[in-house]
């Protein structure tokens, strides 16, 4: 999920900040809408090791050099249940949230805002979502916790799990934006541009 059209110049150029901060990290690219990736539900995390310490690492990377705020496997291309979530954009390192297995256990209140995706750059549309949702899941090492979020922070997480279930932001629009969307990636790919 990229950064709400709210951010400033000099925010974009924080965002990129923790990614200087280990040159180890990998930056992945961004797998983009077409892919059939991106429309398959994920397989469980069952192993929790230094490889997955350090892909969720790779991700937050990727995830800042893209300008955006929450990040899923799917999104680079691995078929697997984790995601980040960063909606502090790496302004602080205690907002860094890794989800394996998240699934939602509360929802409450309603809220239309706009939404982007990473995976579809350009293309932003009203969606509704919970204005609070709570999560269960767990971190890198296995660990689970429960996490309560509000407005963009439930939002990031509802569209990162739709992620893991292969559900895409666009398919929460009316099916006259969707139809529109499709059309311009159509034309996009067709101009070798997408």
Known sequence: MPM?????????????????VSAA?????????????LEKPTTPVKKFDADLEQLAEDMFAS??????????????????RIAVVDVAAGKNPE?????????????EGEKREEEGCLSIPGFRGYVLRPQFVTIKAQNA???????????????????????????????HLSMLKRDLIKRK???LRKQGEW
């Open 4 to 20: 709400p059209d709210k951010s400033t110049s000099s925010e974009a150029t924080q965002t990129t900040a923790p990614e200087t």
């Open 25 to 37: 990290r990998k930056i992945y690219p961004i797998i983009k809408y077409g892919d059939p990736i």
């Open 63 to 80: 995830m800042y050099a893209a300008q955006g705020v929450g990040l899923a496997a799917p999104q680079i291309g691995l078929n697997l």
């Open 95 to 107: 907002a860094k949230i890794v989800l394996a297995n998240p699934e939602i256990i509360h929802a």
């Open 141 to 171: 090492k296995g660990e689970s916790f429960e996490i309560r979020g509000e407005d963009l922070l439930a939002r990031a997480f509802c569209h990162e799990i739709d992620h893991l279930n292969g559900i895409l932001f666009i398919q």
């Open 185 to 187: 990636i159509k034309k």
